[in-house]
């Protein structure tokens, strides 16, 4: 990624997670690989649901305890849990594309491919993602 312009990078970014996943795909085979991402998606959903539901608590205590009227609390806790709901879909594919993509390791790569290119992809998402 080194020398790429700042407005590039997400598209190149794209790419080669594109590439890295499809590498990865084709290695496990298309009905595990599906399976594979299907149960990450579900685990890591059901992980960051807890989260979810705890900060949706928070938030109706919060408005509880705010001194507006109940109209104000309630809007409030609607704009409130809207976000919540953005920022929860957000981590779960940011965290699924980051555990797929860590699934990727030098065993994975084929017999054809450039082991030193396919390691610097990883790295390269790797960095990207963290």
């Not at 594109?18 to 059901?46: H, M």
């Not at 704009?79 to 709901?85: C, D, N, S």
């Amino acid at each position: 990624l080194y020398g790429l312009s700042l407005a590039s990078l997400p598209a190149e970014a794209a790419a080669r997670m594109r590439q890295a996943l499809e590498r990865l795909e084709q290695n496990r085979g298309s009905r595990d690989f599906d399976k594979l991402a299907r149960s990450l998606c579900v685990e890591t959903c059901d992980e960051l649901w807890r989260n979810h539901l705890a900060d949706l608590h928070q938030s109706v205590f919060s408005s509880i305890l705010n001194g507006y009227g109940h109209k104000s609390a309630v809007a409030d806790y609607i704009i409130h849990a809207a976000q919540l709901w953005d920022s929860f879909s957000d981590d779960l594919w940011d965290t699924v594309c980051s555990r797929l993509l860590t699934l990727l390791s030098p065993l994975d790569e084929p017999a054809i491919g450039n082991p030193v290119e396919c390691e610097e992809i990883r790295r390269d998402l790797l960095s990207l993602i963290k």
